[in-house]
């Protein structure tokens, strides 16, 4: 089931970001209530780098989640794509979603998310697959005053510290994660505890929210180790956690290092003297890259199809096959899975809030009526009975134990071979093969994962209703990333340290 | 702090010393004998990271991967000096402004043809994922045959420097141009030779790394200023000197790694400038400023 005969992965390069000013006029809002609606999407998106695969899930969650709210039942009809634009149709609505590439870069995203508005006149914003990026598009949507439903990033702070009015978020987040994962690390697995995380903000949050998590359910954490953002070698931090005499390893990293993480705790014996527990990633991912090195794994899952209970996931569940089968989801290549993978809940909740909110607001998309209607809000979605908080915007529901366990009878129960599959699947081994798949432990219900609620969040004033102006002008301020501003000054310095050193040995010979 | 840990900074650390050495050893030899700062050396480190991945998928034989990479640098190299450099000699502005650029050029390259994505073949898909107890720490076998390749590399630079005739004509040409080609040393052709040496080698570098760090377009910048911080601090153009500086910048980075890591590469710069106050031809240079 390997993509290839040596399961190499990717790595996210550095690039040294500039900053970027945007001045920008823009129509916000529509109200007209006809046969037909049409609602504009700004999809901001990862089609090209390391997290390209959650890119995809996005987009076909977004649209499956549109479709099943407007009540479309021929879904390869009323789904329609092209690269830059998918179309979906049903009960007198047409949703157009315009994809932009934002690539991971939160600048890149911020510049997307402007186009969008003021070029593509979207009237609401969704992304993004990584945090920055995600952080970076919900300042813009408040710039803009557009409605910016952000999954399926997961950093606490979107939802916390840097809460904005605009944004609502329907993927569940880290500090739910760790109150799914941590809890019961400490029931069962052990007291004690390392972790390995990036040495950058999402870290430093993940950090915060398992530490506080472990010590209020009795455990004690002995060490953390910071590993710089891109590090292949994880020899040093892991030499360290195995020093510490933990019992339990917590590893958070997101992205494709994670191979080498666990490829490395594996190799390095990690697992004959500790349990190592984390989130369980997406079923493509794991099976192409992971399994091998994570034995026996017990640990939290945000998603996978055989965990939730609810009719909506056995629809989504019928309708994704459908459309696999046809090569017409909306983001589908070689690697996409043959089942709903992890992502998937988070956008297609997102497109039912979506549709639920314009029924409620008799389709104006403008800020204040859409933010009085998400808010409070309660869906039957796939993961089962959503509550879009009204404090901070953060949708509780259910979060899942898992133990990963080898599957070779679930395939046969949804296709009857792999002539099924469209030519080019990296999976049309798995009828012969099996695949690793999870079996549920324990569900956690939505008030057991609730994360706090962050005070700063809960106090923002909220615009007033009714709303009568439809323009408004907006000055964005200018951004900049410090790191990689810090990063340009060492190269700089050591290239012109080296020309002096350089011109003044220079032995005169000509 | 952890016994374990200690050995395992120690041998990790001589480990990361010979890579740096092998890619500095080829920077330093060209300094040697052309005087030209080679800007463009970490891309040619990079290119030879991503082309072994590609070479290993093609033929699923690690260490005849390596061996093509090597030639490829060897002649990307030669090619460069007579195209390239060879208009340019005694205008050492210039020299710089055109590696710099070609660096550019490079990394653009690799993007062209592998993409964005950074690609990392781990020790555990070329076939060596054993990893060794030593003396208590747990270590990679194929850091200990890294290490090995680097000493090999060195004495086999040492016994080409020193016993062979063209060896001989390089550290002529190195002492003086003039006297070297008065006595009848080809100095233009031993210029192809050795800068296709050193970009052979850093290629070969480029290669070995990458079951260590990956192959991503970070990789070329990141080793060009550790190839830099190891010829200031060994003394430049001194062949001797790099090998010492690369396995001193080897064992501060992995201390680092271990021990502070969010500082790894301060500590390097650290060095480098101390190391120029102290002795500004660096800790075995000949001392000429």
Known sequence: MKRSNSNRLAIIPLTLLSSIAIIGLLPVGSAVAASNT?????????????????????????????????????????????????????????????????????????????????????????????????????????????????????DYDITAQNFNVYTFRMASNSYQDALTGGAYAVQNLGKSFALIAPDYSWGYGEVAAWTSVISNAGGRVLTTQYAPVGTTDFTPYIDNILASNSTVVIPIWAGAGAVQLYQQLYSLGVYKHMDVTSGVPDLATFNALLAAYMPNYVGMMKYAFNLPTSSVNTWMIQQYITLFKENKLPEQNALTFPLPDLFMPDSFATGQAVVAALQATGNTTAAPNMIHALEGMTLNTPKGQMYIRPQDHQAIQEMYIVKVVYDNSTMSKYYTGPSQFPAGSDWAGIFKTGFFGVQLIETLNSTQTAPPIDPTAAAQQRPALPVTTTTTTTTAPSQSSTTDYLYGAVVVIVILVVAVAYLATRPKKA | MAYETLVSAIVNGFSYGMLLFIFASGLSIVFGLMDVLNFAHGAFFMAGAYLVVSLFDATNNFVLSLIIVLAVGFAVGSLTELGLLRPLYGRPIFQILLTLGLFFVIQQLVLFIWGPLGLYLGPENIGL?????????????????????????????????????????????????????????????????????????????????????????????DFLLLGFIVVVVGGMGSFSGSFVGAVVIGLVHQFSAYYVPQVTFVTDLLIMIIVLLLRPSGLLGKGKS
């Not at chain 1, 049903?90 to 510049?111: K, N, P, V």
């Not at chain 1, 969704?126 to 945090?131: K, L, M, W």
């Not at chain 2, 141009?177 to 050795?194: D, H, Y």
């Open chain 1, 38 to 154: 049409v609602i504009k999407i700004g999809v901001v998106t990862d089609l090209s780098t390391a997290y390209s695969y959650y890119g995809d899930m996005e987009v076909n969650g977004l649209a499956m989640g549109l479709a099943y709210a407007v009540g479309a039942t021929n879904l390869t009809q009323a789904i329609q794509s092209t690269p830059s634009l998918v179309t979906v149709t049903g009960g007198g609505y047409t949703f157009q979603l315009y994809i932009a590439d934002g690539a991971s870069d939160a600048t890149t995203s911020a510049a997307k998310a402007v186009q969008l508005i003021t070029q593509d006149g979207v009237q609401i914003l969704q992304g993004a697959p990584d945090s920055d990026s995600a952080i970076a598009v919900a300042s813009v949507a408040a710039q803009y005053h557009v409605i910016f439903m952000a999954a399926p990033a997961a």
């Open chain 2, 129 to 221: 994922p054993q990893v060794l107890n030593v003396l208590g720490a747990s270590i990679y076998l194929y850091r200990l045959l890294l290490s090995a390749a680097g000493v090999a590399t060195a004495v086999v630079l040492y016994v080409f420097l020193n016993r062979t005739s063209v060896g001989t004509k390089v550290r002529a040409g190195s002492e003086s141009r003039e006297l070297a080609e008065v006595f009848g040393i080809n100095i233009k052709a031993l210029g192809t030779i050795v800068f296709g040496l050193g970009t052979g080698l850093a290629f070969f570098a480029g290669g070995l790394a990458e079951p260590w760090v990956g192959a991503s377009t970070a990789t070329g910048t």
